[in-house]
């Protein structure tokens, strides 16, 4: 799919998601909207039901809306079209900087095995410096996106030194598995799916380069006025958290049909992931604003921003 028409779908999505939300509230005064992916903890807490019981006794109802990435996510947060959502490190620097009224609120540890730099089975590529001129697709302004500055800069490379494809997952599957890019910087369940259906080798993964949080946020506003809901919200994701960590392939199955991978891939997948959702810390912003600083100072922010401005305060 060509770039304007990336812009269109992630457009009609975000459209979607607002005229649902106004549907919704029209209907019930209450209402949390939450935007959640395919994979992950959230999809989890949609299917087992269990936030709606907790949030009936408040008077609220929920709304969920899935998108395919954290980008458009946050978006949708931006425009008012949703209150509560998951993204990794990258996208809400992007969103901040455009002037999003995102807070964050918890955040899920480390789990720098979860994203990587792949390349063919065949390849010769051996090492990172090797990307050197080469071709590497990734998604724009996604976790992956910090990933790929921290490895060229950690093998002596500049970010310009490789010819970057900004691509959609399944787009980017399509090019690398045609050979159409040298490297794929990706993040699981991708990752996983990747390796088990092309033999994809991992040139690099996160570990030691970056840690690849999970930050769960709230927009400014709805937290103002509805600071029980979103904890009773993070109450209920730190259950499924809990749950996932000793059920894993009980999960995997569960998911296997929405995400459309087989059982052993997203095993492996959760597997890499991190558990024990816990409060937002000033060391973990002070990472958030390590990487506003790095792509200011490569040219792809326009301004910069102060990540603390939008960590939860005491008693919000």
Known sequence: MRSFERLIAAALIVASAFMSSLGVAAAQDKVIRIGYQKYGKLVLLKGKGT???????????????????????????????????IAGETPPIFAQTAGAPLVYLAYDPP????EAILVPKDSPLKT???????????????NVHYLLVRALEHAGLKYTDV???FLAPSDALAAFSQGAVDAWVIWDPYEAAAEASTGARILA???????????????????AKNPQAVDVTLEALTEVDEWTKNNIEKVAELLS??????????VRSLRRESYGIKPITDD????????????????????TIKVSDAQRKPGS
């Open 163 to 165: 010819k970057t494809h």
């Open 284 to 303: 973990v912003i002070a990472s958030q604003q390590k990487i506003a600083d790095t792509f200011f100072g490569l040219g792809l922010l326009p301004k």
């Open 128 to 142: 990172v410096a090797d990307l050197r001129g080469k071709k590497v697709a990734l998604n724009k302004g996604s």
């Open 205 to 223: 993964d996160g570990t030691g380069l970056v840690a690849n949080y999970q930050f769960y946020f709230s927009s400014k506003d709805f937290l």
């Open 51 to 85: 936030l709606e019981d907790k949030l009936k006794p408040l008077g609220y109802k929920v709304s969920w809306t899935e998108f395919p990435s954290g980008p458009p996510l946050l978006e949708a947060l931006n425009v008012g079209a949703i209150d509560f959502g």
């Open 257 to 266: 049909p929405s995400v459309g991978l087989p059982v052993p891939v997203l």
């Open 111 to 114: 789990a720098p095995q979860g």
